[in-house]
C-alpha cells in the first residue's frame, strides 16, 4: 500500500500531474477578487475567508475527475481491481495520495492569498485550519463522483457537478469556522468540530462508495 | 492447481456474446483462445479475470495451498490490450511499484526488476521513462511484470501485438518456461505463438456456439 501511496504523489508531482494547477489556479481565482471588487480593505477582509475557501473548492474539484481515470486508460485499474487486498483500502490509499498531491498544496498556499485579501493573522490562522481539515472531505466526497464518473470520456465537469451539491456543507461549515474564529461571540469550536466530523465521516463512507461503483464500471 | 470455468456465459448490452463455455486448465497447461474479432476472446478472457460479471456459469480456482474460497482472479496475471505501465515513471518505478503491490503468492515471490528486464532483453533501459520506450519495448516491459511477481495463471490478451518476429520468438519461450514450472497460460490471439502443446479454444461468435479442438 506503500507503494500505492507513494507512486501516486509521484505520479502527481511530474510533468503532468495536477498538482501544481490546482495551486496556480486557487491563485488566479483569489487574486482577482480584489481586481473585481475594489480597494476597499474592510470589506476584503470580511468576505476573506469565504473567498479563500471558494477558490479552495473550485480548485479542489478541478483535478479530481483524473484520480481513477488515468488508471483506467493504462489498465492499471483492471490490476487494482483483481487484487485481494480489499478495494476500499486501495481507494482510501489513493485518496490520501490524491490529497497529498493536491488538497495539501492549496492549505499551504492559503496563508499568502489571506494576504491578499486583507486578513488578519487570525482569520488567516483560522481559514488555514479548517481548510487543512476540510479539503479531505472534498477528496472523499470526490472520489465517490471520479469513480462514479470514471468510464465517461469527458467526465470533468460531470463530476464537479455530482460533488458540489454534497460539498456545500463542508463549505459551510468550514467557512462559519473561519468567521467565528474572527467575530468575537460566536464560538469557533462546534463549527469546527461539524467539519471535522464531515471529514471523518466522509472518510468512511467516500472509499467504500467509491469501491463499489468501481466494481460496477466494468466492462 | 487447476482453473475451472463452469457454464459461463456473458452479456455485452442486450446481446449474449457466449454461453456455455467450460474448460478446465491443469498445471503445465496452454490454451489460446480464437475467433473472429468480435467473437468474445476479450470478453472471456476478462470474465475469467473477474473484471467482468457473467451471466451465468463460475470461475474455479482449486489448489493444494491456497486456501478454498480462493476466488480465481488471485491467481491470475492479466495484460490486456493496454500496458498498465505509466509514461512519466521510469521502467525500474513501474515495476517496482507492480512488484510491491502484488502480494506474493502462495509464498512465491517473482523475478526481481532486473531478472525480468533481462529475461524480455532490455536490461540497460530500465531507467528510462516507460513514455520514452517504443511500442514493441514497451510491450515487452509490460511483459517483464507479469513475472516480477508470481502468479500462475497467465492470461493474455494479444501479447504479441506490435512485436517483431525475434520478440515473438521470446515470448513463446517465456510462456514455455511458465507452462514447464508448472504454471497456465489462457492466450486470445490470432498468431499461433508457436506453442506445441496448447489446447485451442475456437469462439465462433454471437450464436454462442463454441467447439473445443483438441
Known amino acids: 500500500m506503500m507503494a500505492l501511496l507513494t507512486r501516486d504523489l509521484k505520479l502527481s508531482l511530474r ?27 474592510n470589506l476584503l477582509a470580511r468576505i476573506g475567508p469565504a473567498i479563500v475557501w471558494v477558490g ?12 481513477f481515470q488515468t ?21 482510501l490509499v489513493k485518496c490520501l495520495a490524491h490529497w497529498l498531491g493536491h488538497g495539501l498544496p492549496l492549505v499551504i498556499a492559503s496563508p499568502l492569498l489571506g494576504l491578499f485579501m486583507n486578513m488578519d493573522e487570525v482569520a488567516i490562522g483560522a481559514t488555514m485550519a479548517t481548510l487543512l481539515v476540510g479539503t479531505p472531505a472534498l477528496t472523499f466526497i470526490g472520489a465517490v463522483g ?74 | 492447481m487447476r482453473l475451472t470455468a463452469e457454464n459461463l456465459s456473458a452479456r455485452r448490452g442486450e446481446d449474449l456474446l457466449f454461453e456455455g463455455i467450460s474448460f478446465e486448465i491443469a498445471s503445465g497447461e496452454g490454451m489460446l483462445v480464437t475467433g473472429r474479432n468480435g467473437s468474445g476472446k476479450s470478453t472471456l478472457l476478462r470474465v475469467v479475470a473477474g473484471l467482468l460479471r457473467p451471466e451465468h456459469g463460475r470461475v474455479l480456482w482449486q489448489s493444494d495451498r491456497s486456501g478454498a474460497g480462493t476466488p480465481a482472479a488471485e491467481a491470475c496475471q492479466y495484460l490486456g490490450h493496454r500496458n498498465a505501465m505509466k509514461p512519466e515513471l521510469s521502467v525500474r518505478e513501474n515495476l517496482t511499484f507492480w512488484k510491491n503491490f502484488f502480494a506474493p503468492f502462495e509464498a512465491r515471490r517473482g523475478l526481481s526488476v532486473d531478472e525480468a528486464a533481462e529475461a ?10 516507460f513514455g520514452y520506450l517504443s511500442a514493441g519495448q514497451q510491450r515487452r516491459m509490460a511483459f517483464a511484470k507479469l513475472m516480477v511477481s508470481y502468479r500462475p495463471v497467465w492470461l493474455l490478451d494479444e501479447p504479441t501485438a506490435a512485436l517483431d518476429t525475434s520478440a515473438e520468438a521470446l515470448f513463446t519461450r517465456l510462456i514455455e518456461a511458465h507452462l514447464g514450472d508448472g504454471g497456465m497460460v489462457m492466450a486470445a490471439t490470432h498468431q499461433p505463438l ?8 475456437k469462439m465462433s461468435g454471437f450464436t454462442g456456439v463454441t467447439e473445443e479442438v483438441w
Open chain 1, 15 to 41: 510533468a503532468g500531474g495536477g498538482a501544481l494547477i490546482g495551486v496556480l489556479f486557487f491563485t488566479a481565482v483569489v487574486a482577482v477578487i480584489p481586481f473585481g471588487v475594489g480597494p476597499d480593505l
Open chain 1, 56 to 67: 479552495a473548492l473550485l480548485s479542489a474539484l478541478l483535478g479530481l475527475d483524473r484520480m
Open chain 1, 71 to 91: 488508471d483506467r486508460e493504462d489498465g492499471s485499474l483492471d490490476l487494482m481491481l483483481m487484487q485481494e487486498h480489499p478495494l476500499t483500502l486501495t481507494v
Open chain 1, 146 to 219: 471520479a469513480a462514479v464518473a470514471v468510464a465517461l470520456p469527458r467526465g470533468g465537469l460531470l463530476v464537479s457537478i455530482l460533488v458540489l451539491p454534497l460539498a456545500i456543507p463542508v463549505l459551510i461549515f468550514g467557512v462559519s469556522a473561519a468567521y467565528a474564529a474572527v467575530e468575537e461571540p460566536t464560538p469557533f469550536l462546534p463549527p469546527f468540530l461539524i467539519l471535522v466530523a464531515i471529514t471523518m465521516f466522509f472518510a468512511v463512507l467516500g472509499p467504500f462508495g467509491a469501491a463499489l461503483a468501481l466494481r460496477n464500471a466494468g466492462d
Open chain 2, 120 to 129: 524480455v532483453g532490455l536490461v540497460g533501459i530500465v531507467h528510462l521513462p
Open chain 2, 194 to 201: 508457436g506453442l506445441e502443446t496448447a489446447r485451442e479454444l
